[in-house]
């Protein structure tokens, strides 16, 4: 991993100045929207050429394109990003097509600690991180054969929700696995999924307190989930197989969603502990990131999966939610990125924010 020292020097380069990079997929949209509102210069970093969409957006096109053939190429151009003063913006399809271990060697000021992404890319590590931080996890079943009732199986890793799949018994597993990957196993917990977007922000004095800094509850999205969600519509998943459909977790959309606001008070506790167990850990996540639970019919929060970046989700609420309204309107995820870092540059604390 890139020395906090390399970055500040790299950072020291930069003079006065600070223009938001980040790859052309995901949430970029709203990235670059967010870094143009906050008075920031943007610059996309696309694989081959332009994407043409962005003409299409012209609010939330880059103000320059940086070209690479491939991601790991990105590596090699550091030090062209640098001379434009570039600091990067790491979203889940950056990290995943890059992979975590090119990220860590990333030779550019990025935003949020890049230590998390030890113990969010391991499914073990992360369940210690928040099953110690005391958020009530679905069962995870350490041997396939002693799977006796419905279980989630999720291969390690950033997927969309790709080759995750439910399995009833150890037949079932078998038919359904692939043996090369890494995976975890989980209860396939009864309930309404919900994907709540919070932000952390070390800097910021004020609202929800922590023991440092304050968090913030943005957004609440749901996904739509390739031909899973299709149950709804053609019953079991017996049934579809028996029509010739395999019924996958593929994200292919999501659904903008708000709690009852009795709700609130425990959506605020578990996000709280798990940045108090992340600065305990690993010194704590910066920014951007979604618990992804499910809320079962005693209204217990099961925590299944953690995202510490800006999740795709977010892109429902460029202009704000029902929550980021209450903090600021228009406030987008992207937005508070760049904010944060605007606030920090200001206070001379970047290097509370980058890594």
């Not at 009833?168 to 890494?182: H, R, V």
Request: aromatic content about 10%; proline content about 5%.
């Amino acid at each position: 991993m890139i020395p906090k020292e390399r970055i500040a020097e790299i950072l020291g380069s930069y003079e006065d100045s600070i223009s938001i990079a980040t790859v052309c997929s995901h949430s970029s949209l709203q990235i670059f929207d967010g870094a143009r509102k906050e008075g920031f210069k943007t610059i996309g970093i696309a694989i081959g050429k332009p994407p043409r969409y962005y003409d299409a957006f012209p609010k939330a096109k880059p103000d320059e394109f940086f070209i690479v053939d491939s991601y790991p190429q990105i590596l090699e151009k550091t030090s062209e990003l640098a001379e434009k003063n570039a600091v990067v913006i790491p979203h889940g399809s950056f990290v995943e097509y890059l992979g975590a271990q090119r990220f860590l060697e990333l030779d550019l000021p990025t935003f949020g600690n890049r230590r998390v992404l030890e113990w969010e890319s391991d499914r073990d590590k992360e369940r210690e991180w928040l099953t110690s931080a005391g958020l009530s996890m679905p069962k995870e079943i350490d041997n396939p054969e002693n799977i006796d009732s419905p279980v989630l199986v999720k291969y390690h890793g950033a997927k969309g929700g790709r080759g995750f799949f439910i399995a009833k018994d150890y037949e079932d597993f078998k038919a359904k696995a692939d043996s090369g990957e890494k995976y975890s196993i989980q209860e396939y917990i009864v309930g309404t999924r919900y994907y709540m977007h919070y932000f952390y922000s070390p800097v910021t004095d004020g609202g929800y307190r922590l023991s440092k800094g304050c968090l913030e509850f943005l957004s609440i999205d749901r996904r739509d989930e390739s031909n899973i969600d299709g149950l709804y519509r053609t019953g079991s998943q017996e049934e579809m197989r028996k029509m010739g459909i395999d019924p996958t977790f593929v994200v292919t959309g999501n659904i903008p969603l708000v709690l009852r606001e009795s709700l609130l008070p425990k959506a605020f506790d578990i996000g709280e502990k798990t940045v108090e167990k992340s600065l305990e850990l690993f010194g704590g996540m910066i920014g951007p990131f979604s618990l992804e639970a499910i809320v079962t019919d005693d209204l217990e929060f099961k925590v299944f999966e953690i995202s510490a970046r800006i999740v795709a989700g977010t892109n429902l609420f460029i202009s704000g939610s029902p929550y980021a309204d209450l903090l600021d309107e228009k406030m987008s995820t992207g937005r508070r990125i760049a904010r944060e870092i605007r606030i920090a540059k200001e206070k001379n604390l970047l290097m509370e924010v980058l890594s």
